[in-house]
């Protein structure tokens, strides 16, 4: 089965310092990975997806995930954080059509 | 574009009450999805269709039903409300054209059961 792990349920950052969000997977396939957010009360949103095409894979809103094989690892990050940035994150891999997501990570930006 | 709608926003139950949550696209996506949301938990499948007619159980799918006569709605039926089913409901759907087709999510129901 597959699966995603994110690393650290919380992550609180300064306004304009880097913004790192781990995620491992574990497939026995290559992985169809991807990075959602979540505001307040709303739904999930698509930040960026992995498609093999390349292992550094940019997103909205100035995020970016780096696919590592060897490390079954697909990180996401921001170099400069900004107050909007505060959400929650869903690390999610594909199997069969459907998703399965881990355990989320919230992230607080500190003035 | 709407996008994917849910209906109602926030509902409470009484224990061993029925509802249903209502849940409807315009994109014209095959496949349709239903996750609740539990803190610190992730989003987890309740049930999924893959087109009209087809139906099929996720990983938590007991003390819920789900029907899809129309490729626009997938409604999400609870028909005896536990306290256990006190959760955020999200819909979701996608074209699913390849593995990597990304889903569109509705805006969630915030569900209470006491």
């Known amino acids: 089965a597959q699966s995603v792990t994110q690393l650290g349920s919380h992550v609180s950052v300064s306004e304009g310092a880097l913004v790192l969000l781990r995620c491992n997977y574990s497939?026995?396939?290559?992985?169809?990975l991807f990075w959602y957010v979540q505001y307040p009360n709303q739904g999930l949103q698509l930040l960026l997806k992995y498609t093999s095409a390349a292992t550094l894979v940019k997103g909205i809103n100035g995020f970016e995930a780096e696919f590592k094989k060897s490390e079954t690892s697909f990180h996401l990050t921001k170099p400069s954080a900004h107050m909007s940035d505060a959400a929650e994150y869903f690390c999610?891999?594909?199997?069969?059509?459907?998703?399965?997501f881990g355990a989320g990570t919230t992230v607080t930006v500190r003035a | 574009n709407a996008g994917v709608t849910q209906t109602p926003k926030f509902r409470i139950l009484k224990i061993g009450q029925s509802m249903t949550l209502q849940c409807t696209q315009d994109?014209?996506?095959?496949?349709m999805y239903w996750y609740r949301q539990d803190p610190g938990m992730g989003l987890k499948l309740i049930y999924y269709s893959v087109g009209a007619g087809i139906t099929d159980k996720g990983e938590v799918p007991n003390g819920y039903n789900v029907s899809r006569s129309t490729t626009e709605d997938f409604p999400l039926r609870l028909e005896l409300a536990a306290p256990s089913q006190t959760s955020v409901y999200f819909c979701?759907?996608?074209?699913?054209?390849?593995?990597?087709?990304?889903?569109?999510f509705g805006n969630g129901t915030r569900l209470t059961v006491t």
């Open positions: 979701a759907s996608s074209l699913g054209e390849t593995l990597n087709s990304p889903l569109h």
């Open positions: 999610a891999v594909s199997y069969d059509y459907k998703l399965s």
């Open positions: 994109m014209n996506h095959n496949y």
């Open positions: 497939s026995s396939v290559p992985p169809y």
